[in-house]
Nanobody
Framework: QVHLVESGGGLVQPGGSLTLSCVAS????????MGWYRQAPGKQRELVAS???????YYVDSVKGRFTISRDNAKNMVFLQMNSLKFEDTAVYYC??????????WGQGTQVTVSL
């Protein structure tokens, strides 16, 4: 059974921190590059960060130095540590495999709201 379950979002003030967690089914997670995506209202979903099974990472320029992606291959989990949050980080965050052929299913996501 395919599943992706994201958690850890919430309301935070600018400059604050949150850690997102995602548990994925093995069919999606196993040996695949996993990524965190986000979608803000009225905008397309974008890849924010990704990590290969071997630990190589990618970050979109807007989050470099602030976000850190990690994964636990034994537990099929991927995490996103978000520091120094900005208003523009407000979005629904999703995790998924980066390979398009594995993206037929998306979880419900977790809402991150950065506000005073």
């Amino acid at each position: 059974q395919v599943h992706l379950v994201e958690s850890g979002g919430g309301l935070v003030q600018p400059g604050g921190s949150l850690t997102l967690s995602c548990v994925a089914s093995g069919s999606i997670f196993s040996r695949n590059t996993m990524g965190w995506y986000r979608q803000a209202p009225g905008k397309q979903r974008e890849l924010v960060a990704s990590m290969t099974s071997g630990g190589n990472t990618y970050y979109v320029d807007s989050v470099k130095g602030r976000f850190t992606i990690s994964r636990d291959n034994a537990k099929n989990m991927v995490f996103l540590q978000m520091n120094s949050l900005k208003f523009e980080d407000t979005a629904v965050y999703y995790c998924n495999a980066v390979r398009p052929s594995l993206q037929a299913y998306w979880g419900q996501g977790t809402q991150v709201t950065v506000s005073l």
